[in-house]
């Protein structure tokens, strides 16, 4: 374990010391929230763009203290700039953070899910830090995907799941605490290495038993990433999310929601229906559909009124892969409005 800190260390230039392993980007941000001391008026921010899961554990923080500490949302509409974002979010601090009533701290995605954005976090902490907000930046689908540099960012807390975009084992995630911060950090499962202040290396290695292999999966996964080379592997993905998310909105007739800039190896292009309210598309019918009559899939979302849907490009796909894409979603797009005419 002390060999993967290592390794993982030098890949995200942190210090080995300042980072834990944990299974899932969840249990990390649980760990987080749950070892914060809130007090009454206190604010949790986050965009509205955020992880069900994690929008579930700020309600709970706020459940658990009577609903004395509450949840501010930041509201994004996509498509805008960077420049754009900035401004509304620095509009958004001046409206909703003082002495009085302050957002403690703020949880900002590096890359949303749905819809998926390189956000311009670099800024935001600047700001936020600028202001006494804590940042916990959760970086779920970041590594491997984009370049970090944890002492760069200087975030309060990171976290980030290496089974998705690194290629390690599932589930296999980073939690990287400011040495500041590590004295008050315990894992969501309290375990017999328990302290005050907290032995952060300690409590984080042992919270019970557990299976260690896929955090030893580490090593292979970056050894295959320097076999192939960092920037290749980003380069084809952010060039094959490009061009076949281009692709995909010339089919459809409709749109690619980012700019490239705020594109990483995930783009999200609009769905050709005339009725984003039809109450076919609910429950499981897009999970169905797809599996059961095209054995394909992309990750459907409703955002601001409209069916998208979030394509991921990896190093073993190719534009046929966005080609077997568009027949499906356009013959269940097509099939949907038909049955309204």
């Given at each position: 374990m002390d060999a993967v800190r290592k390794l993982l260390a030098e890949y995200?230039?942190?210090?080995a010391e300042d980072i834990v392993m944990v299974p899932n980007a969840t249990g990390g941000i649980n760990a987080v929230?749950?070892?914060?001391?809130?007090?009454?008026?206190?604010?949790?921010?986050?965009?509205?763009?955020?992880?069900?899961?994690m929008k579930s554990l700020i309600q709970f923080i706020s459940d658990s203290n009577n609903g004395t500490v509450t949840p501010v949302e930041f509201v994004v509409n996509y498509p805008m700039s960077n420049a754009e974002l900035l401004e509304s979010f620095v509009n958004f601090l001046d409206a909703n953070h003082s002495p009085e009533s302050p957002i403690r701290i703020a949880r900002v995605d590096h890359i949303s899910s749905t819809p998926s954005f390189i956000n311009p976090i670099e800024e935001m902490i600047q700001i936020l830090k600028a202001r006494n907000i804590l940042v916990l930046i959760d970086g779920a689908h970041a590594v491997g995907q984009i370049p970090i540099d944890l002492k760069a960012l200087q975030a309060d807390y990171y976290v980030t799941n290496c089974h998705k975009w690194m290629y390690a084992a599932r589930g296999c995630s980073v939690l990287y605490t400011d040495k500041t911060r590590q004295p008050t950090i315990h894992p969501a499962y309290i375990s017999s290495n328990y302290g005050v202040p907290t032995r952060y290396q300690d409590e984080f290695f042992w919270t019970g038993t557990v299976d260690y292999s896929s955090y030893m999966t580490v090593p292979a996964a970056l050894e295959f990433r320097r076999a192939i080379g960092e920037d290749v592997i980003r380069n084809y993905t952010h060039q094959l999310a490009l061009e076949g998310g281009q692709y995909l909105a010339e089919r459809f007739g409709t749109e690619v929601l980012q700019k490239e800039e705020q594109m990483g190896s995930m783009v999200d292009v609009a769905l050709p229906l005339d009725n984003p309210d039809d109450e076919i598309l609910t429950g499981n019918f897009w999970i169905d559909t797809l599996f059961d009559k095209y054995d394909v899939y992309a990750s459907p979302y409703k955002y601001n009124g409209k069916w998208w849907i979030r394509v991921s490009a990896q190093i073993y796909t190719d534009l046929s892969d966005f080609e077997a894409c568009a027949v499906a979603f356009l013959e269940i797009c097509n099939e949907v409005n038909s049955n309204k005419q």
């Open positions: 995200l230039n942190s210090d929230f749950r070892s914060l001391k809130f007090t009454a008026g206190d604010k949790i921010m986050h965009f509205n763009t955020i992880y069900g899961a």
